[in-house]
C-alpha cells in the first residue's frame, strides 16, 4: 500500500494561487499514476488531473489551462499547481496512486482548499 500525505491547501482570495504537493512512501514511485481529486460539499469525488509515470497529462474540463500537475519521481512527489482559482474550487483535494497492472488506488487523507473573497 502507498502511504500518501498532502499538503498546501488553505484559504486563497478569487483570482489567487496555490501549489499542493503530495509526498508517497513508495520506493517504486514510478510505476505510478498519480492523481488529484476533490470533493466539494454534497458532491462526488471528481478527477481533476492525472500523470503517468511517462509523464503524460490529464486534466478535467473545468481545470484546464488553469491547473498543471507535476511530478519529481527523485523525490517521490507530485504537484498540483492551482492559478486563477474561482469560489467553485473551494473542495477537499485528495491525492491518488493507481498501480499500473491491479489498478488499485490509493488515497492521501486530503487538504482542504477554500477560495473566497
Known amino acids: 500500500q502507498v502511504q500518501l500525505v498532502e499538503s498546501g491547501g488553505g484559504l486563497v482570495q478569487p483570482g489567487g494561487s496555490l501549489r499542493l504537493s503530495c509526498a508517497a512512501s513508495?520506493?517504486?514511485?514510478?510505476?505510478?499514476?498519480m492523481g488529484w481529486y476533490r470533493q466539494a460539499p454534497g458532491k462526488q469525488r471528481e478527477l481533476v488531473a492525472r500523470?503517468?509515470?511517462?509523464?503524460?497529462?490529464g486534466y478535467a474540463d473545468s481545470v484546464k489551462g488553469r491547473f498543471t500537475i507535476s511530478r519529481d519521481n527523485a523525490n517521490n512527489r507530485v504537484y498540483l499547481q492551482m492559478n486563477n482559482l474561482k469560489p467553485e474550487d473551494t473542495a477537499v483535494y485528495y491525492c491518488?496512486?493507481?498501480?499500473?497492472?491491479?489498478?488499485?488506488?490509493?488515497w492521501g487523507q486530503g487538504t482542504q482548499v477554500t477560495v473566497s473573497s
Open positions: 500523470i503517468t509515470s511517462g509523464g503524460s497529462t
Open positions: 491518488s496512486a493507481t498501480h499500473p497492472t491491479t489498478l488499485r488506488i490509493d
Open positions: 513508495r520506493i517504486i514511485f514510478t510505476i505510478y499514476t
